[in-house]
C-alpha cells in the first residue's frame, strides 16, 4: 500500500476505520489458527500413519502396545490411543461378541472425542470467512453514505471530490475478502484432512479388533 493509500486511510471516517480494525483483527487471528491448526493436524496425520504402518508391515500389536503404555495418554494421538483402548479392551477380557460390542463402542468414544479435539476453533475460521466480506461491505456501504452527504455539500461535482470517499468504501470490501479467502480455503482444508484421519482411525481399529480376536 502506497503512501496515498495509507493517509486514505488514517483519514476514513470513525465508522469505517473500526471496521477496518475489526477486519485486521479477525484477519490476525484466523492466521495464528491456521498456523495452529496445521501443526496440530500434520502431526497428528504423521504419528498416525507411522503406527498404523508398522502395524501392517507385522509388528506384533503386543509389542505396539508396549511401547505406547510408556507414553502419558495426553501425548497420544489418534490410531495410537484407539490401538492402546482397542488391546486393554479386548487383549484383557474373554474376547466374546459382548466385549467386541463394548470395544467398538469404545472406539466409537474415543474417535469422537478426538475429532472434537482436532475440530476445535475450527467453527471459529468458518464464522470469520463467512462474516469478514459482510463486515467489510459493511464499511462500503458506510463509505459511499458519507461520500455521498460530502457530494451535496460540494458546489461542483468533480472526480477529485468522489474519488476518495469512493476508494475509502472499496478498500473495506477489499481488506474483507482478503480476512475472507484464506480462512475458508483453510477451513475446507482442515475438514477434508480430519475426516480422513478420522475415518482412517476408524477403519485401522476394525482390523485392530480382527487381529486381536483371532489371537485367541
Known sequence: MNVDGIELLLE????????????CIASLTSWVLIFEK????SRSTKTSHEIEDRFWQGEKIADLYTELKEKDV????SSELILVTTF??????NRNDQSIESAERLIRVVASREEERLSSNLSLLATISSSAPYIGLLGTVIGIINAFQGLSTTAQLTLSSVAPGIS???IAT?????AAIPALIAY???????????????AF???????????K
Open 168 to 170: 475509502e468504501a472499496l
Open 38 to 41: 496445521y501443526f496440530t493436524l
Open 188 to 202: 475446507n482444508q482442515f475438514s477434508k484432512k480430519l475426516d480422513n484421519l478420522i475415518n482412517g482411525s476408524l
Open 205 to 215: 481399529a476394525e482390523e485392530l479388533i480382527t487381529q486381536i480376536s483371532k489371537d
Open 12 to 23: 476514513a471516517s470513525l465508522p469505517v476505520q473500526i471496521v477496518l480494525f475489526v477486519l
Open 88 to 93: 486393554e479392551e479386548l487383549k484383557q477380557k
Open 74 to 77: 495426553s501425548e497420544l494421538e
Open 174 to 178: 477489499a481488506v474483507g475478502l482478503l
